[in-house]
């Protein structure tokens, strides 16, 4: 029997093939669905090495149990001054063959550094899993910068340059320089340190200077040590001074007279400052300061049994010095004054010569007979007969 051919038929055929297509076509889609890789980048500006520090972060997807992946495609580039130039990454990279090193549930990171002046860098990546399914297609991520990546030079640490100079004069007395230098960029803090508890500090600016003299009972050793300096800057004894010219010395004389013990200091002008402190035994101590180009004298009312101690810095021999009456003298000799320094009893009557003797200075002691002695070098006394 014919049947009757109807005008649908034709068209249901067409939809019947083009459904059995959709679906076929949904099924071999549902994989390629379930595996793929999404790339991701961020990047940072390195100042102090004036470079783009680019993170790649690969994420894989893939259906259950299947666990791991591998890359057999890594592509990296970068636009440089319109010039596209390849680089790598740290951490991604073609896998070799037949492995698959990434495990899906977790992420594969990377990072690489690019040049400042980068304007555009890329990455591209195909993946394979160990279900032997591949990507089909490429998948990548890219990243523009908007500006340069620029070094900014951090300046050093402040810091001193400091210097020490160690010196010692004539008189043993030590000179210490302290210099910081003209580069430094803070100040110089100086603490020198001498023998017997001798201590004192300085602050240098940079470029400047200035000294500490240490004293010669002082400078036996000497440290020299700045605040920022591990290590002193000196630490040992001094070396002695060399080439000195010895200053002109200083004489004295005692004379005694009929009614005075009579001491005079004369110090030439290239001589050292001296300074002498006379006690009698009864009444006022006096003291003598005889610069460079000066003479004086101490005067002490003539008693018996008056002494007098000589005390200096150096002195050689302290011992008291006894008053005798000159052997002209025919009268009676005086009698010792009261504590406090006044005269006691009858007193000699002044003559001419004894008058001349006391107020008239150097000449008239030394023409007298006196018993010399000597203020030496560095202020020290030694009495000769």
Known sequence: MNRLKSPYRHVMAVTASALIGIAGALTLASPASAHHSEVKVTAECDTAAGEWVTTWTVNSYAPEKVNNFQFTKVEATSVVKGATTP??????????ADTFPHKVSEPVVGKARLSGD??????????????????????????????????????????????ATVAADCDGDVVVKLENGAEATKDASFTVTGTDGFTKTATVEAGEDTTITVPARNAERIKVTEAGQEEPLFDDQPAEAKDCVEPGEPTGSIQMTCDALIFQIENPKD????????????????????????????????????????????LDDSSPIAWEKPAEC?????????????????????TGAPAALIGGGAAALLAAGAVLFVVARRRRVRFTA
């Open 118 to 163: 980068a304007t555009e860098a890329s990455l591209t990546v195909r993946a394979r899993w160990d279900n032997k399914y591949e990507e089909s297609s490429d998948r990548g991520a890219s990243i523009k910068f908007s500006e340069s990546c620029a070094k900014v030079v951090t300046p050093p640490p402040a810091e001193a340059n400091p210097k």
């Open 271 to 314: 001589g050292k400052t001296v300074t002498i402190t006379l006690t009698p035994n009864k009444g006022e101590a006096q003291t003598l300061v005889v610069k460079p180009g000066e003479t004086k004298t101490a005067t002490f009312k003539a008693f018996e049994g008056l002494t007098v101690t000589p005390k200096a810095e150096g």
């Open 330 to 350: 025919t009268t009676a000799s005086p009698t010792a004054p009261p504590a406090g320094g006044g005269a006691g009893g009858p007193t000699l009557p002044k």
């Open 87 to 96: 680089f790598t990454i740290d951490g991604i990279a073609v896998s070799e």
